[in-house]
Structure formats: C-alpha cells, structure tokens
C-alpha cells in the first residue's frame, strides 16, 4: 500500500485551489464548504493514500456533479418495489432515492449506514444530503466495500472495477476516467 497520509498532509494536499484544476465547472464556495467534511470522512474510512484520494474523488465529482448534487434529481420512483435494494414498502423508491456524494440508493444502503455510522437515516433519510453527512456517506459506502483495496492498485482497471461496483455498470465511464487522470495528475499520484 501507499504511504498514508496525516491530516495535516491531506489538508494540504486537498485545497480549494487543486479540487478546482480537478474539476473546474465546481464552485470554490461550494468546495469550501464541503472541504472540511470530506477531509474528516476521508480519515474516517481510511481513505488516506494518494492513490485512494484520487480514486475516491474522481468517482465522487462525478456522482456529485462537481460538487453540486447531494440528492439525486429524479424522483426515486424508478427504485420503487426494488427488492434488491431493500425496498419493500410503498413509497420506499422516492423516500430512498440517491443521495450522498456517492448516492447510496435504497431502503438497505441507508439501514446499513445507520448502522454504521450512527445516525438514523431510515427516519430521516434526507440528512444523507446534508453537507455534514454527504461525504460521511460516500467515505461509508465506499470503506463497506472495499474499494480501497482497488484503488491500492492505482491502475485504470482497478478503477474501472471501483466504477462497476459503484454504479452497477459503467454509467458516465467517460467523465469518471477524466477526473480520475486529471486528479492523479494535480495531485501527484
């Protein structure tokens, strides 16, 4: 694995100014509002290496929008009565529908992630958009899948694995790969 990194060492490797060249469509307030959060999540599900953060971050600006989605657009009513994703009850696809930088989808995703973080998004599911528990999603989501252990590899097939047990498939493969070169490139993995 790659060396990990302090907090001090992401603080200084994460700026406004760098997640910019990554991504330049994002609004620096919007990033400075977030940056905080992402930082404690990133610690949080030991996603401290160069190789993880690049990975992580690709995958999330483009879930996200750059930044700018916390909460999917549609409705949700297309994961209505989606038994795989824990949906049983009626009213489950809207109440349920993506949300978090990384959009954990589903009835079972938002139970698993009470459970593991400790706070009750069952009840309250839209508190998985909130800018202090989106990124505490996506970080969660991510760790429960191991998907350090790809991005430990730092090849664009361990990536490409990252985006399939993400997305299900290679939705946005294109805008995913450019984010991910591009932050391999500003931040220097």
């Avoid at 990990?4 to 620096?28: G, N, R, V």
């Avoid at 090849?155 to 932050?183: C, H, L, M, P, V």
Wanted: net charge positive; glycine share 6%.
């Amino acid at each position: 694995m790659s060396t990990i990194l302090s907090k001090q060492e992401i603080e200084e490797l994460l700026t406004p100014e760098k997640i910019k060249k990554i991504a330049p469509t994002a609004d620096t307030k919007r990033i400075k509002e977030l940056l905080p959060y992402i930082i404690e999540a990133l610690i949080e599900s030991e996603i401290v290496s160069l190789p993880r953060i690049c990975a992580w971050l690709a995958q999330v600006l483009h879930e996200s929008g750059s930044f700018i989605y916390n909460e999917e657009i549609a409705s949700g009513a297309a994961y209505e009565k989606r038994n795989d994703l824990g949906n049983i009850y009626k009213g489950d696809g809207k109440l349920f529908k993506g949300r978090g930088l990384i959009q954990i989808t589903g009835r079972s995703n938002f139970t698993q992630a009470t459970k593991a973080l400790g706070v009750n998004f069952v009840d309250n599911p839209e508190l998985a958009s909130k800018d202090e528990y989106s990124p505490r999603i996506a970080a969660w989501f991510w760790r429960s899948r191991n998907l350090n252990k790809y991005a430990d590899i730092n090849t664009q097939e361990s990536f490409d694995k990252i985006t399939r047990i993400i997305n299900g498939g290679t939705n946005g493969k294109q805008s995913r790969d450019k984010y991910y070169a591009k932050a391999k490139q500003v931040l220097g993995c």
